[in-house]
Each structure stands twice: as C-alpha cells, then as structure tokens.
C-alpha cells in the first residue's frame, strides 16, 4: 500500500529468472507510471493498446500482450497513464472488481503454454490493485528494510483477509520479501528479525540487498537479472 518497497523491481526480476529458466510468464502491468513495461523493454506512449483497454474497454489480453524483446518466454500487458482514470471510470461498472480476474481466465485457458501469471501492482489500495489481488492465487508482499514495515505489513495482511473473505476465497499470502536490505545497518538487521519473528512462516528466506545495480538496470530498459547477471541482486532474484 505504498510506494518504493521494489514491487516493480520484484515482479519484473522474478519474471526474468524465471523465465530464463525456461517457464513462460505473463507479465501484466496494473500501474499506470508503467514501469515494469519499461524496464521489460516493451514500449508504451499514452494510446498503446493496455492493461486500460482490458480493464476499461473489454479488449482481450491478447490483443494487447507483448513479447518482450530481450528474453525469451515473457509476454507482458503493458500499462500506459490511461490507467491513472480507471478508479473513476469504473466507480459505476458492474462486477469491476472482477474485470481483469474474467479476462485473465480467458487468456490463460486460449494459453496453455502460460506457466504463471506476474501482477505488478500500484501502490496504493485502490481498485487497479483489488481487480489485481481478485485475480491472483498467492500475494507475494515486499517489504522493505525501514522502520514503518512491520505496520505496513498489518495492513496489507488485514486487506488481503478482506479480499479472501468478500471476492476471492482463494488468495493466500505467498509470503514477504525483504528488500533493500543492507547489513550493514543495525535497523535493517533489527527490522528483518522482527519479521521473520513475527512471522516465522511467511518470511523469505532469501533478503534482496540493497545494491546500485538493481537501481541502474531499469534505466538501460533491463532487468538486474540481463543487465548484471552474476551481481549479488541478480542472483538473489534468481
């Protein structure tokens, strides 16, 4: 529910080594700053038929899926600022929080080649992300390595149990990932260990380090996973 915990970052590195190792992944970008687009090299200018069209307009997933040009077996629903209206053009749509669940069911039974389904989601909690949390079997939170992240993850928990209990009986918490993590710090050793204290279970074993090449990657259009593959970031993801 809020912004610059690696969401983004996670999806489109996630999507990345999977599929490098050798799974097709979807890829569909439900932010309308379209980052995840970007970073997965696929072009989308205000007009791009996208995640809007599918949502808003009834197209298909597959008339707006893109392969992405770099690695092979990721197809990616781009997303374009058209999203930043969809909260208010959809306010009187009936059954809306189910609008991207009913086209992604579709895609995925016309593709059975598809072996999991990647939502980047925006970062507040609106109706982008319930269509997003509707859709989905599993919720994997980041959470990044600062104060505020064990009350960030209370809410998200309580939301998830509202969705599972009013749209959508089979959404799970996959689990958390800590991320920007610096062991250097004490407060990002102090906030992993109330995590994983709190909840033993759920949390990661793996921590995303905090790390210039995941920050620099996006800005040539990659992945950290294409754009630094032996870095300590690529091969946490991987």
């Known amino acids: 529910q809020k912004g610059g915990v690696g969401k983004t970052t996670s999806a489109v590195n996630l999507a990345a080594g999977l599929a490098m190792g050798g799974l097709s992944v979807l890829v569909v970008d439900a932010d309308a700053q379209g980052n995840a687009s970007s970073a997965l090299g696929v072009p989308h200018p205000a007009g791009t038929p996208s995640t809007y069209d599918v949502i808003i307009g009834g197209a298909s997933v597959a008339d707006v899926v893109q392969p992405c040009p770099d690695i092979d077996g990721i197809v990616v629903c781009p997303a374009t600022i058209d999203l930043s209206?969809?909260?208010?053009e959809l306010v009187d749509v009936e059954r809306r929080e189910y609008r991207l669940r009913e086209a992604l069911r579709e895609y995925v039974s016309e593709h059975a080649?598809?072996?999991?389904?990647?939502?980047?989601?925006?970062?507040?909690?609106?109706?982008?992300?319930?269509?997003?949390?509707?859709?989905?079997?599993?919720?994997?939170?980041?959470v990044q390595a600062e104060?505020?992240?064990?009350?960030?993850?209370?809410?998200?928990?309580?939301?998830?149990?509202k969705i599972k209990d009013s749209l959508n009986p089979e959404l799970q918490i996959l689990g958390f990932l800590i991320t920007m993590f610096?062991?250097?710090?004490n407060l990002a050793s102090q906030v992993d260990s109330d995590v994983r204290q709190h909840y033993p279970?759920?949390?990661?074993?793996?921590?995303?380090?905090?790390?210039?090449?995941?920050?620099?990657?996006?800005?040539?259009?990659?992945t950290v996973v294409t754009?630094?593959?032996?870095?300590?970031?690529?091969?946490?993801?991987?």
Do not use: M
């Not at 992240?149 to 309580?158: H, P, R, V």
């Open 85 to 88: 209206g969809a909260e208010i």
């Open 113 to 142: 080649d598809i072996d999991i389904v990647l939502i980047d989601c925006p970062p507040s909690l609106g109706v982008l992300t319930v269509n997003a949390f509707s859709a989905s079997r599993w919720v994997l939170i980041p």
């Open 147 to 161: 104060y505020y992240a064990l009350e960030g993850i209370g809410l998200l928990t309580d939301t998830t149990q």
């Open 182 to 185: 610096d062991r250097r710090t």
């Open 201 to 222: 279970e759920l949390t990661l074993e793996t921590r995303i380090p905090r790390q210039v090449a995941i920050s620099e990657a996006p800005s040539w259009g990659e």
């Open 227 to 238: 754009y630094d593959k032996h870095s300590a970031g690529s091969v946490a993801y991987q």
